[in-house]
């Protein structure tokens, strides 16, 4: 496959241990199929979703090395993922945490499993509400998708159910299921925008 200079990732969703669902964004200059992506070792899946911003988007399933999906599993609170960007020059991820210690074991984690990460920066925000959530999520939204990844909602069996959720946010089972797919919605448009041929292709 021919070498690419910069991949975005601005969706990451953990299906179950050791493999993960990438949505990334490849420069339409750089004419990849996904016959070319499929020739990666990690790579079991790969779907062209159309384009976006001028890049061709592909939804991606990947199973991770056993050292990082270790890593992983030995954090449970490892941080929701707000930007990945990867470059020869290494993977360079935006990552929020619910307070610093869950910050702290997950670097340890990664240390302790032979992944070496590099902290570029931090920032703290001590006030989070609906103006500051990502892809413009509200902050019930985002309490929401937050709980429901972490209670494991997204895995393959799921390990909880939405009245289980439910129940935990104190919501109706119907309010939670519409919360949920509200912000899913949401973060479909944020990262893949509204172009035509998206639209096309989702009929």
């Known amino acids: 496959m021919e070498q690419v200079d910069e991949i975005q990732c601005p969706h990451v969703l953990g ?13 339409s200059t750089e004419t990849l199929a ?9 790579v079991i899946e790969a779907t ?4 976006a911003r001028g890049k061709e988007v592909f939804k991606l399933e990947a199973v991770l090395r056993e050292s990082v999906a270790e890593a992983f599993e030995d954090t449970p609170d490892a941080g929701l993922v707000d ?13 929020v945490f ?4 869950a910050f702290n074991t997950f670097q340890t984690s990664c240390e302790e499993h032979g992944i ?13 509400s609906e103006e500051s959530a990502p892809y413009g999520l509200t902050e019930r939204q ?9 209670r494991g909602y997204y895995e393959r069996p799921r390990q909880t159910t939405a009245e289980e959720l439910a129940d935990e946010l104190g919501v109706s089972q119907p309010s939670l299921s ?12 944020a990262t893949l925008g509204t172009s035509p041929r998206l639209e096309m292709l989702s009929q």
Request: proline share 4%; net charge negative; no cysteine.
């Open 15 to 27: 299906l179950e241990q050791g493999l993960q669902l990438f949505v990334v964004e490849i420069d």
């Open 34 to 42: 996904e016959e070319d992506l499929l020739e990666l070792d990690e």
């Open 48 to 51: 062209e979703l159309g384009s």
């Open 83 to 95: 930007a990945i960007q990867i470059t020869p020059q290494g993977w360079y991820e935006q990552k």
């Open 98 to 101: 619910k307070d610093y210690p």
């Open 116 to 128: 070496s990460v590099e902290i570029v920066s931090i920032t703290h925000d001590s006030s989070p």
């Open 142 to 150: 985002y309490e929401a998708l937050s709980l429901a990844l972490s």
């Open 178 to 189: 519409d919360l949920i797919g509200r912000a899913e919605r949401q973060l479909v448009t």
